[in-house]
């Protein structure tokens, strides 16, 4: 299988973010362990990367993610075409959601992958792409 994981999940796993109802960070971990013990693929672009950069060192980014993924085969970066750019800003407009939520919906269909995130703006793109949170996954 092939997973598109937003960057609230990549954060809730490196701030180690929850709390005793909702330990997200937990969840985060379990999929990530899934993800590597069953070898499946981590599908990442440059606007993830971009995302991360906003609350983490490049050092921490390349430890989460090139470390711990590419160096066992299960890392696949995805390139961003200016059609996905010019759709995800027509669709962040119509739906009134950010544009960089747009994008990874966008970047996960065309991809075919399961996009992972907890974010709820995706709520209302489950027509462009399947969404599941990682506790759903584990």
């Given at each position: 299988m092939?997973?598109?994981?937003?960057s609230c999940v990549w954060l809730d796993f490196a701030f180690e973010r929850g709390n005793k109802l909702n330990p997200l960070h937990e969840f985060a971990f379990q999929f990530f362990r899934k993800v590597i013990v069953e070898k499946?693929?981590?599908v990442f672009s440059k606007l993830l990367v971009s995302e991360l950069k906003q609350f983490l060192s490049e050092h921490k980014?390349?430890?989460l993610l090139l470390s711990q993924f590419n160096?066992?085969?299960l890392a696949e970066y995805v390139k961003i075409s200016s059609n996905q750019l010019k759709e995800a800003r027509a669709l962040a407009f119509s739906r009134k959601i950010p544009k960089g939520d747009a994008l990874h919906a966008i970047l996960a269909r065309d991809n075919k992958t399961l996009?992972?995130?907890n974010d709820k703006?995706?709520?209302?793109?489950?027509d462009i792409v399947e969404?599941?949170?990682p506790q759903e996954i584990i």
């Open positions: 092939r997973f598109y994981v937003d499946h693929k981590i980014i390349n430890n160096n066992l085969g996009l992972v995130s703006h995706f709520d209302c793109l489950q969404v599941r949170t």
